[in-house]
T-cell receptor, first 114, second 115 residues
Framework: DSGVTQTPKHLITATGQRVTLRCSPRSGDLSVYWYQQSLDQGLQFLIQYYNGEERAKGNILERFSAQQFPDLHSELNLSSLELGDSALYFC?????????????FGAGTRLSVL | LAKTTQPISMDSYEGQEVNITCSHNNIATNDYITWYQQFPSQGPRFIIQGYKTKVTNEVASLFIPADRKSSTLSLPRVSLSDTAVYYCLVSLSFISNFGNEKLTFGTGTRLTIIP
């Protein structure tokens, strides 16, 4: 158990809909990262938050947004969903930000867009 | 950009030592090298991290030459349970509000252990 909690584990929805994925980081970790992993693909970095502020942005679509709340949990919002958004979405957390910080991953949310 | 390059896949027999090499020619001075293991439908799991020379823990060793442009993950005496995808991450270079770099895990190396 990494200590990172993601909910829900599975999500099935239709095209055009909007969903929210939630992540609770390990106790004490200030950084939260979001990744997308499509079938048999590598991990695509979406966005990072550090202590409530956006720290880094990767390949995140404009239809997607995220935020980190004062209690440090984070939510990833996906809107106007398309079939191609079906993927595993992982959240990771680390104590701080910077090169030496190891990321601890949650079990992921499997999103299926039908 | 601190881009990493790894072999797409590798096969090995049980009991053998497996070495997976990652190339990171543009590694920055303050970058650490971190390896993760991922089983299907699970989140990646930290294996080992290093900055230079050699690091060893209970599951693996990491060899980093002096120029730090590559690194080799060594798994001793692998078993079937080591079948997974292994990612090398030169962490953390990222597109940020402060810089111009990109965080990426790359495609990873799919390791298959044969009985």
């Amino acid at each position: 158990d990494s200590g990172v909690t993601q909910t829900p584990k599975h999500l099935i929805t239709a095209t055009g809909q909007r969903v929210t994925l939630r992540c609770s980081p390990r106790s004490g970790d200030l950084s939260v990262y979001w990744y997308q992993q499509s079938l048999d693909q590598g991990l695509q970095f979406l966005i990072q938050y550090y202590n409530g502020e956006e720290r880094a942005k990767g390949n995140i679509l404009e239809r997607f947004s995220a935020q980190q709340f004062p209690d440090l949990h984070s939510e990833l919002n996906l809107s106007s969903l398309e079939l191609g958004d079906s993927a595993l979405y992982f959240c990771a957390s680390s104590p701080r930000t910077g090169s030496k910080n190891i990321q601890y991953f949650g079990a992921g949310t499997r999103l299926s867009v039908l | 950009l601190a881009k990493t390059t790894q072999p797409i896949s590798m096969d090995s027999y049980e009991g053998q030592e497996v070495n997976i090499t990652c190339s990171h020619n543009n590694i920055a001075t303050n970058d650490y090298i971190t390896w993760y293991q991922q089983f299907p439908s699970q989140g990646p799991r930290f294996i080992i991290q290093g900055y230079k020379t050699k690091v060893t823990n209970e599951v693996a060793s990491l060899f980093i030459p002096a120029d730090r442009k590559s690194s080799t993950l060594s798994l001793p005496r692998v078993s079937l349970s080591d079948t997974a995808v292994y990612y090398c991450l030169v962490s953390l270079s990222f597109i940020s509000n402060f810089g111009n770099e990109k965080l990426t895990f790359g495609t990873g190396t799919r390791l298959t252990i044969i009985p």
